[in-house]
């Protein structure tokens, strides 16, 4: 609901109100974040009525001689008028001025959203917005500023759209999607961080004055810094943000010596500057943003159900995702048909739905030196071509999923010989190689109808089901020889034409499963999941590193967009030895499949696996739509959860037996409501001889107890340790190990 009363805004959510005030000079200022407001609140309570002098600072004119810029929580900041902290905006005009004052000049309160792409989607309930316009003291330089709300979410959308009204080019140095201020209040920044194989690590630092900033300059949302962050203030507060962007981003913080923390984000000003002739607008991407007061947990299902219900769309929104086999980790480059059809075979027989032909089937592609660009199946391979191979597949009874890395080309391919000017490179200078490949220029026009007839071949041709849309090196030598744009606009107008090609092939093909993936989880972001129901969120799939990749992502993006495979052990990655069931256990959180060789399981592990795809079908919807919840123990072991109406699959995840600690390990159920009876069973596992135990299957065990025990006190699981050796009631963990528990309403 958004209203209006005097000079007040107030747009709230559910649980949550987002209040602005419009100062008598025209500044629009933050009055506050926080709990649903009862009713709207005057300027003087929130606003106060005599600012506080801030000494040297520039006040904004004589009659208004406590208005300080460089105190003054703005919707939207703007450099060299007294304010300053990190702009908002910059924007060049004249010889080189970039000042600017951004003044209330009006606004708008609508039913629905501006949809125009890439924005988050409405549902049937529909949405309302605010738009407030904003214009320079002096040019003609308008900026409008909107704040979208959804009525069963907890989120809110900003975006911000500048317009130039003069008659000359201007020259757009940096935009935020939105802009924060809030009072500083001891905030610790939580950000997403990492490197391939090491995505989305949850580090945490308190903010000092000055700018504190992450983000990407990869060409792409990146592995090293994703564009979700926390503000959290250790009382409970909690403010959440992300940006609906796959190119470079930026998230900076910038706290001033007056008790102001500003949170900006945004296209990442790095390298970034764009044209704005007389009459042209520009329009940020989307902000998203929430608020808790009680923890962080509130915020992660805010945006989890956010992302579910209005990013997610089309024919894969709420639908559950098959289970599937992927034949990279099992085979990588060395295969024929027959070897992947007895791979897809071993795959069924096991309960796989979905099998998915990664790299290695089209043109020469026999390394990673070739081939990428010629989209074609490779005959030595695949005789009979691709149409022919994937019906076989299906015949078993399978989806057919494929791989495809369409922005990218190798030197070695015959699409660079035939179209060498289709890569980004700067003249003059060879581009520099990442993986033996160049990237293809999606400014142009002409190569993304190539990659939509490329990518509707492979289509039409297999029947595929799934394509694996894959994007492995990050960018570097920005220019473009046919786009309109300048090398500065070259990045952003990539990124456009990357949501043009896959916006067309969504509307083309609704009904195929498209997976994001970029060297795994470089390109994880709300961006891509407009297009692509779910990413792969790392090549590493050990299941100790994978508990911090997967707890990370699960921070901000829900189970059913996280691409989670079982691999072998060891695992190829970190060469860790790892029980079967355990790295089920971690990868049941998320689209879930395998990615090994299961033809050459041991018997025990088959019927493993068995057993898993059939918990996992069972469970899938809890799985991969549940709320999702963590919860820490110790440094050695955490709990997740994941629960939907009166069923939930709990996690035990534990990093090294400890032995002798006397402890008692418990369950609990953190959002087990009073008066309620529940059921607790755990998955049964077959025990490997090697743990020391006989063999057979775990322990049985099933408990019943009431909500608030279970909330509070928990169920007390059985001792992994009992002295010498195994004796009868030892709970099989082990180091790295973890196990499914079924939690149940009764
Ligand atoms: C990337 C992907 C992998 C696999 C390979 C194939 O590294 O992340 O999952 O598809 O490419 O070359």
């Not at 998230?251 to 923390?261: K, Y």
């Not at 390109?523 to 590193?545: C, E, K, V």
């Not at 918990?615 to 709320?627: C, M, N, P």
């Given at each position: 609901m958004i209203e209006q009363k005097e000079n007040v805004f107030v747009i709230s959510t559910e649980n949550t109100s987002y209040m602005i005030g419009i100062l008598d000079t025209g500044h629009p200022v933050h009055l506050g974040y926080g709990p649903l407001v009862d009713s709207v609140p005057s300027m003087e309570t929130l606003y106060g009525r005599v600012r506080p002098n801030i000494g040297t600072a520039a006040y904004w004119d004589e009659e208004h001689r406590d208005i300080f810029p460089a105190n003054l929580p703005l919707e939207y900041s703007t450099p060299w008028r007294g304010d300053n902290s990190e702009p908002a905006v910059i924007v060049e005009y004249g010889n080189g001025c970039t000042a600017l004052d951004l003044l209330y000049r009006g606004h708008r309160i609508y039913r629905g959203k501006d949809t125009s792409f890439p924005a988050s989607v409405p549902d049937s309930e529909g949405a309302e917005t605010l738009e407030l316009e904003l214009s320079d003291s002096v040019l003609p330089i308008s900026l409008y500023l909107s704040y979208t709300v959804f009525p069963s979410s907890d989120v809110i959308i900003r975006s911000a759209r500048i317009v130039n009204g003069t008659d000359e080019a201007a020259l757009l140095r940096s935009i935020a999607s939105m802009q924060l201020d809030i009072p500083s209040d001891g905030w610790e920044l939580v950000t997403f961080d990492g490197a391939w194989a090491r995505e989305r690590y949850e580090h945490r630092r308190p903010l000092l004055p000055g700018v504190t900033a992450v983000g990407s300059r990869l060409g792409c949302s990146g592995n090293e810094h994703n564009p979700l962050i926390y503000l959290e203030n250790g009382r409970g507060e909690v403010y959440g943000f992300n940006l609906i962007y796959s190119g470079c981003h930026?998230?900076?913080?910038?706290?001033?010596?007056?008790?102001?923390?500003?949170?900006?984000?945004?296209?990442?000003?790095?390298?970034?500057s764009w044209r704005l002739m007389p009459g042209e607008s520009f329009s940020a991407p989307e902000a998203v943003m929430t608020y808790s007061r009680s923890g962080r947990e509130k915020a992660v299902l805010s945006f989890h159900s956010f992302i579910n219900d209005h990013i997610v769309s089309g024919y894969w929104k709420g639908r559950e995702r098959p289970v599937l086999l992927n034949s990279w980790e099992a085979s990588y480059f060395s295969f024929d048909e027959e070897r992947v059809l007895s791979l897809a075979e071993a795959g069924k027989e096991l309960g796989i739905e979905l099998f998915v032909l990664d790299d290695g089937w089209f043109g020469k592609r026999t390394d990673d030196t070739k081939g990428l660009g010629d989209w074609y199946p490779n005959r030595d391979r695949f005789p009979c071509g691709m149409g022919k191979f994937a019906e076989k597949i299906r015949s078993m009874g399978l989806m057919f999923g494929i791989w495809m890395e369409p922005e990218m080309?190798?030197?070695?391919?015959?699409?660079y010989r035939s179209h060498p000017d289709w890569v980004i490179a700067l003249p003059g200078r060879k581009p520099l190689p990442c993986r033996h490949q160049y990237i293809l220029d999606l400014s142009r026009q002409e190569v993304r109808e190539y990659i939509i007839d490329a990518v509707s071949s492979v289509i039409d041709e297999s029947g595929a089901a799934y394509i694996k849309w894959d994007m492995n090196r990050t960018f570097t030598d920005l220019f473009s020889y046919g786009s309109m744009g300048t090398a500065g606009e070259l990045m952003h107008r990539y990124i456009l034409g990357l949501y043009e090609v896959m916006g067309r092939l969504k509307e083309r093909y609704p009904k195929v499963l498209f997976e994001g993936c970029a060297s795994g989880g470089n390109?994880?972001?709300?961006?891509?999941?407009?297009?692509?129901?779910?990413?792969?969120?790392?090549?590493?799939?050990?299941?100790?590193?994978r508990v911090m990749i997967e707890e990370g992502t699960l921070m901000g993006y829900p189970q059913s967009t996280m691409g989670a495979h079982v691999s072998a052990s060891p695992g190829h990655q970190s060469l860790r030895v790892s029980r079967i069931d355990s790295r089920f256990s971690v990868a049941a959180f998320g689209a879930?499949?395998?990615?090994?060789?299961?033809?050459?399981?041991?018997?025990?592990?088959?019927?493993?696996?068995?057993?898993?795809?059939?918990?996992?079908?069972?469970?899938?919807?809890?799985?991969?739509?549940?709320?999702?919840r963590v919860e820490h123990v110790s440094p050695n072991q955490r709990f997740w959860y994941s629960t939907l109406g009166k069923t939930t699959v709990a996690a035990e995840i534990q990093t090294l037996n400890e032995v002798h600690t006397g402890r008692l390990d418990r369950l609990r159920l953190p959002c087990a409501a009073d008066g309620k009876m529940y059921r607790v069973t755990a998955r049964k596992e077959r025990i490997p001889e090697s743990s020391g135990a006989a063999g057979g299957m775990t322990e049985d065990f099933s408990i019943e107890v009431s909500g608030m025990v279970l909330r509070e006190y928990g169920a007390a699981l059985g001792p992994q340790f009992t002295g010498n050796g195994f004796a009868e009631g030892t709970r099989i963990l082990g180091d790295f190990g973890s196990r499914l528990y079924v939690i149940e309403e009764v």
């Open positions: 930026r998230e900076c913080i910038d706290v001033s010596p007056f008790g102001r923390t500003r949170v900006l984000t945004g296209i990442n000003p790095y390298g970034f080309v190798n030197f070695d391919s015959d699409l390109r994880y972001d709300l961006g891509m999941l407009l297009f692509m129901p779910q990413i792969w969120a790392s090549d590493n799939t050990d299941l100790h590193d879930f499949g395998y990615e090994l060789d299961v033809s050459a399981l041991s018997d025990d592990d088959k019927e493993s696996v068995r057993d898993e795809i059939a918990f996992y079908k069972k469970y899938r919807k809890v799985l991969q739509f549940g709320e999702f």
